[in-house]
């Protein structure tokens, strides 16, 4: 019989279960991907929302603008509309006040709905909740592109459509979080939300191409595709998301001791009695319980019974009973400040390079990416050392207290030139991003299966919409602390950054120090099962 390629061998050494995690895992980063796309569009439009005013002759002026705009613009443009200021009523003196309102609008929704959405989504079906969030996000993204095709120029239209569109967008987050913690148990949880949460960043960085295409031209489309693009990730949420391993007879976490196992009417007990050589044979986070004719395969060394008919279903936990979790409320409080300081370089880093490395803005635009990209690399490394050590506050705590002073560096050693400017770019974005991705996904997704919780009741979607909601307060307190600050000195918005970060190690220090005390209980976060 002939060898069998070297392909199909590698197919074939990875079980079902294993399969069906990584699908798992590269449709939520798809999912969540296209959320952040969506987002992004709004950055890359304000430059063409308001543009620069030249001087000189009025009717010279008005004359080259309307030839501009015959030869530019499409006939919908409106024909009386005769400065070039951009588009009305962006195109008033107040205009960054008018465009700082939109970014508000969002942030705020985003930040107020994110605690609801996580009770809803804790009592629907993730799938149709997901859905319905990517299709109506879509709907309204595309509707604030529409205002350029039907020369919509009421303020009030482009902020309510911003509003709704942040409070649609409230049900991705703790859809995706909690999908992804049922498919992957603790063990390596920080690793895999590490290098899952750069969705976020490839998200941006797509975003910002899309939209970036049209801008000049048609930036309706800049928003129009991009929404049509999550609307149609919706749809296939719909068609192919997973909730559940059980929901495919697969177990993605057995445990040492007796867990129970639902599928269908029946219900089983799975007891494992390990032998010292099976470490590898029995992985406790790879296993499938059907074969593909739909019997069920049970290793030699598993007890299958049937227990007691009846067993109560999942329930719920309450808004107040997810705030009694231990860390909740610290690391929700952590967030808020560590997303201040994260959501100020998003909005203003650009701006900032530009001042200080007198650079144009689209190169600016570009250096200040290396920020995301060492955020990535942040992510990633919170996620390998918490998981090494199982400790995810110190973790955190330490990422936070190198964070300040590195902050005071950057501001300092930005002026000197730019390489140093590069590399404390990637210093500042994974000391910066590492405890925020840490947080908002393994911390997140541990709390909600925290030991303390009772009975059969569930918090995933509940505890992170929580923490994200309250970090999402920072988001939006950060770009307005720095506008109001930045006209007195970049240094004071830098000072104002340190002192977040700071305020963020704050509310870590009881849970590192019951951490050290006592690994694992800052988060429920328990010691991995050890053959012995």
């Not at 069998?4 to 590269?26: E, M, N, V």
């Not at 008018?98 to 970014?103: K, M, T």
């Not at 709907?139 to 919509?152: M, S």
Request: contains cysteine.
């Amino acid at each position: 019989m002939a060898r069998l390629p070297a392909g199909i061998r590698f197919i074939i050494s990875f079980s079902r279960d294993q399969w069906y995690r990584t699908f798992i895992f590269i449709l939520t980063f798809l999912l969540y991907a296209s959320f952040h796309l969506s987002r992004k569009p709004i950055s890359i439009v304000k430059s063409e929302l308001h543009k620069y005013c030249a001087t000189g002759n009025e009717a010279d002026v008005r004359f080259n603008s309307q030839s501009q705009k015959a030869n530019a613009r499409p006939a919908h443009q409106l024909p009386d509309n005769e400065t070039d200021c951009g588009w009305a009523p962006f195109d008033r003196d107040n205009y960054q006040q008018l465009l700082g309102a939109l970014d508000y609008s969002f942030l705020c929704a985003y930040a107020i709905g994110m605690y609801l959405s996580g009770i809803i989504g804790e009592r629907l079906p993730i799938r149709y909740y997901l859905t319905f969030g990517m299709l109506a996000s879509g709907i309204f993204t595309a509707l604030f592109g529409l205002g350029y095709f039907y020369n919509i120029h009421s303020f009030g239209f482009y902020v309510v459509t911003q509003i709704i569109n942040g409070l649609v967008q409230t049900t991705g987050w703790p859809s995706v979080v909690t999908c992804l913690s049922n498919w992957f148990g603790k063990g390596r949880r920080g690793l895999i939300m590490g290098v899952w949460n750069s969705h976020t960043s490839v998200g941006n960085i797509l975003g910002s191409l899309i939209a970036g295409y049209w801008v000049s031209t048609c930036w309706g489309l800049s928003f129009i595709v991009p929404g049509a693009i999550v609307a149609a990730m919706g749809v296939v949420c719909f068609l192919f998301l997973i909730e559940h391993p059980k929901d495919i007879a697969c177990s993605s976490t057995l445990v040492a001791h007796a867990k129970s196992y639902e599928n269908g009417v029946h219900r089983f007990r799975l007891q494992k009695q390990a032998l010292p050589d099976e470490k590898k044979l029995l992985d406790p986070e790879v296993q499938c319980l059907l074969l593909s004719d739909g019997k069920r395969a049970v290793h030699q060394n598993h007890v299958v019974t049937l227990p007691a008919e009846g067993g109560g279903s999942m329930a719920a936990i309450s808004f107040t009973g997810a705030l009694k979790i231990p860390g909740v409320v610290e690391f929700s409080l952590c967030l808020l400040f560590a997303k201040l300081v994260s959501y100020t370089f998003l909005f203003w880093l650009p701006l900032y390079i530009t001042n200080v490395d007198h650079l144009d803005a689209k190169k600016a635009g570009e250096l200040s990416t290396l920020f995301d990209v060492g955020g990535i690399f942040g992510g990633i490394l919170a996620g390998v050392i918490s998981d090494r050590l199982e400790k995810r506050a110190s973790t955190c705590g330490l990422m936070l207290l190198l964070a300040a002073p590195t902050l005071y560096i950057f501001s300092t050693i930005s002026r000197m030139g730019l390489e140093a400017t590069v590399a404390m770019l990637l210093l500042c974005g994974a000391l910066v991003s590492g405890p925020y991705a840490l947080i908002t996904t393994a911390v997140s997704a541990d709390l909600g299966t925290h030991k303390s919780l009772k009975g059969n009741s569930h918090a995933l979607a509940t505890v992170t919409a929580i923490i994200d909601g309250t970090g999402s307060v920072g988001a939006a307190l950060g770009p307005l602390l720095a506008g109001l600050i930045s006209p007195s000195g970049w240094n004071n918005v830098f000072y104002m950054l340190m002192f977040a970060d700071a305020c963020a190690l704050l509310f870590l220090i009881r849970l590192i120090h019951k951490e050290l005390s006592c690994p694992g209980s800052a988060t429920g976060h328990q010691v991995p099962f050890k053959e012995h």
